[in-house]
């Protein structure tokens, strides 16, 4: 299997920071000597501001900060997922793809000038203290985060293990409450395995770290054995599962693949085109997959959904996933200074759908039965679409709206999950969603 290189990203986090007068300075003369007038125009004009600010404020100001604001602006501009990390950012993000960190336990991203809950980690204080998906988090410690960026705001989010700290949460525009949480050691368990039943293997991912194609064979190894390989077939669930590196989601696809495309990454450039192909070698050794995704499966998982999808090797069961249908590469920089997320890539399916700001459709829509307290309350993301200045479609169309990421603790009520089970057991499984023009949509294992 053609492997990645180490810094491509597609999780949902966002980060932020770098800089320099001289890169300004660098870049309005490299391009000058191309005879392009007009960057070096603009060039000049960040240099001739910043300087300004620099001699005539009122206060002596923050160079340092005043730098990484500048490019953190130019850089938001761009799309929701480009961004910079300083120097502690950058080696914070190294520790997160390799499954621990300190912190809450929660990915998050702005908008529209708070912070907005993407979703909880499994088992962490954040998903303990009942944070949900599109929550907003308007203060920290009694502070607006109104006016801070993403990256400043998750910096006073982490902290010492064992201190606490207060975030006021809005939920569907009600009340604003406060939610006091420990903060904690994250150990990312990104797999988590068990039996459904006496002959079906469920494997849970969460996110994608660097532990997660080992964790998922491992997985598989120990449920073969536990039911001695007469299991009629596994579950994945990527339900919430907001993402992480691209040669994870191409070695979890290839896991359940013998052959074919995997997934295609294109630039902007024509022949800035990648393709990753799968391996022999179906660890399940061709038994039947359903898949669980929802309205917080992104990225990674989007990959891994769709990969399957198209090669018709698993059947889809849930609610249209997020679409985050763009890639990241981290470019590290010199002299210390972090590292610039930057979007490069677009992703496409092997069918060579992109499924950028549309995400992808179930082969049966199962929608999670609200429980009382729930009943009326919004339970979904509004998805990639969602975003302010998300990349379009490149094949256009009609945008994905709102998409359900409810999933129940309580795995007897877990409609979507008993759909998957009744589907693996031979039964026919029929939508709970029908359209107006549409008959119920039923489907029957082989």
Do not use: C, W
């Not at 390989?229 to 359940?256: T, Y």
């Amino acid at each position: 299997m053609k492997l990645t290189p180490k810094y491509k990203s597609i999780g949902l986090l966002a980060a932020g920071a770098i800089g320099g007068l001289a890169l300004a300075h660098a870049a309005g003369l490299a391009t000058a000597a191309n005879g392009n007038a007009e960057t070096y125009r603009l060039g000049n004009l960040f240099g001739e501001v910043y300087e300004r600010v620099r001699a005539d404020y009122v206060e002596k100001p923050d160079e340092q900060k005043m730098i990484e604001a500048a490019i953190n602006g130019m850089l938001a501009s761009l799309d929701p997922h480009s961004s910079y990390m300083n120097a502690k950012d950058f080696a914070e993000m190294n520790i997160k793809t390799k499954g621990e960190f300190g912190g809450l336990g929660i990915e998050v991203t702005m908008e529209g000038g708070v912070i907005k809950v993407v979703s909880p980690y499994d088992d962490t204080p954040a998903k303990k203290a009942g944070l949900m998906a599109n929550d907003l988090i308007i203060k920290i410690d009694g502070k607006d985060v109104q006016g801070t960026t993403l990256n400043e705001a998750v910096d006073k989010m982490r902290g010492p293990v064992g201190t606490a700290i207060n975030l006021t949460i809005m939920r569907d525009k009600k009340e604003p409450f406060d939610v006091k949480l420990v903060r904690d050691t994250i150990k990312i368990q990104s797999v988590k395995y068990q039996k459904e039943g006496d002959d079906i293997g469920y494997i849970r991912i969460s996110s994608f770290s660097e532990q997660s194609d080992s964790g998922l064979q491992k997985a598989i190894d120990s449920l073969d054995k536990q039911m001695e390989g007469k299991e009629k077939g596994f579950i994945l669930d990527l339900r919430n599962d907001p993402g992480g590196l691209l040669q994870q989601a191409i070695a979890v696809s290839d896991a359940f693949l013998e052959r074919g495309e995997v997934v295609s990454t294109r630039g902007r450039k024509p022949d800035q085109v990648e393709r990753y192909t799968a391996t022999p070698g179906d660890l399940i050794h061709g038994k039947q997959l359903v898949v669980l995704i929802n309205g917080g499966s992104a990225s990674a998982s989007e990959i891994v959904a769709g990969a399957l999808q198209d090669q018709k090797r698993a059947t889809l069961i849930g609610t249209r996933s997020f679409g985050k249908g763009s890639v990241q590469t981290i470019i590290p920089l010199g002299n210390n200074d972090g590292a610039l997320r930057l979007t490069t890539q677009r992703y496409f399916t092997p069918s060579g759908r992109s499924i950028q700001a549309k995400g992808i459709d179930p082969d049966i829509q199962i929608d999670e039965a609200l429980p009382p307290e729930l009943q009326g309350k919004n339970v979904s993301t509004e998805g990639e679409a969602g975003l302010n200045g998300h990349l379009a479609n490149p094949g256009g169309g009609q945008e994905g709206g709102g998409s359900s990421a409810y999933v129940p603790e309580d795995r007897s009520k877990d409609d979507q999950l008993k759909a998957a089970v009744a589907l693996l057991h031979g039964e026919k499984v029929v939508t709970n969603v029908v359209p107006k023009d549409k008959k119920p949509e039923e489907k029957k294992a082989n």
